[in-house]
């Protein structure tokens, strides 16, 4: 089984996906996504880590055919070099077993694998209360702040999936499953989602209907 996690900032997406792998005694792969493609494509770590879920297009507003001259253009190279790479690992992680991938529009590029995918988001509120509850300690973050981050990386992540496909990031009808996190602990949705999982996926008798 593969199981993708996509999620708005602040959802608790990133704990869900480890909550899961662990319930169901499988991989997850997230940061460690990075040390993978910086090992396997010699990029620097922070590179990676800075730009894995960034859209091309924010490092470049022409084609992608243009020529690569400028230190811009050589940015854009190398982000395109990093997209491949990140989709050569991600189909790696697919083919070596189960697994649960949070992030890097994996839902898309393991289309062809029939992975279980979920969205993960929650309110407003409970998103910027999560971020400040996890923050760490000594930085001084206001409500303000986080929302600006929270609309940022949203949106970054909103456009890094839109270089794979035209299917919207968080649209309802693009996911298996959309978990809204508000008003609960993650650890508690855990048994019960798993449970509906092994059903997708066949291993409690349920039936599988893929997309």
Wanted: overall charge negative; glycine content about 8%.
């Amino acid at each position: 089984m593969i199981i993708t996690i996509s999620r708005e900032f602040g959802s608790g997406g990133r704990e869900l996906g480890k909550r899961l792998a662990d319930e169901l005694s499988i991989p997850c792969y997230d940061n460690e996504i990075i040390h993978y493609v910086s090992e396997h494509g010699g990029f620097d770590a922070s590179f990676v880590a800075n730009s894995g879920e960034k859209s091309i297009t924010s490092f470049y507003t022409g084609t992608i055919a243009h020529r690569f001259s400028s230190p811009a253009d050589n940015n854009v190279k190398l982000k395109i070099d990093l997209a491949s790479v990140q989709r050569e690992i991600l189909i790696g992680f697919a083919e070596a077993g189960d697994c649960v991938i949070v992030g890097r529009a994996a839902d898309v590029i393991l289309s062809d694998y029939h992975p279980f995918n979920i969205f993960v988001h929650a309110s407003k509120e409970a998103r910027i209360e999560r971020t400040l509850s996890r923050s760490a300690d000594g930085e001084k973050l206001s409500k303000k702040d986080v929302e600006r981050k929270m609309k940022e990386i949203d949106r970054q992540r909103a456009q890094h999936r839109a270089d794979f496909t035209n299917a919207k990031w968080g649209e309802m009808k693009n996911y298996h499953l959309c978990i809204n996190t508000t008003g609960t602990e993650i650890k508690n949705l855990i048994p019960g989602l798993a449970s509906y999982i092994r059903a997708w996926f066949g291993e409690d008798g349920g039936i599988h209907d893929a997309f």
